[in-house]
């Protein structure tokens, strides 16, 4: 993974570095976390098991307009608005 000049990964640096995110992301990641929980109680699954960062990622990306790259396309179905690319659509890495 490439590095910054600071030492820290890039990625790192891009996330940390724009801690300013919308007021209107902040809001759909928590709707999308609620609606989630909502269905795994209701299917009798218990408790949420996936963490409030899999919304907060998928909602910047579907208030930003990105795509985002994952391995688990699973992780981001309730932002059916954000595209999503996979490695077997973008290649193995070299």
Request: include cysteine; glycine fraction near 12%; aromatic fraction near 10%.
């Amino acid at each position: 993974m490439p590095n910054s000049a600071a030492g820290g990964p890039i990625w790192t640096r891009c996330w940390l570095g724009n801690p300013d995110m919308s007021l209107t992301a902040w809001k759909r990641a928590g709707q999308a976390q609620a609606a989630y929980a909502q269905r795994r109680q209701t299917s009798g699954g218990g408790l949420p098991r996936r963490i409030l960062t899999d919304f907060l990622v998928g909602a910047h990306a579907s208030v930003g307009g990105y795509s985002l790259f994952t391995l688990n396309t699973r992780d981001y179905g309730d932002f059916p608005e954000v595209p999503l690319l996979t490695v077997s659509q973008v290649g193995e890495p070299e």
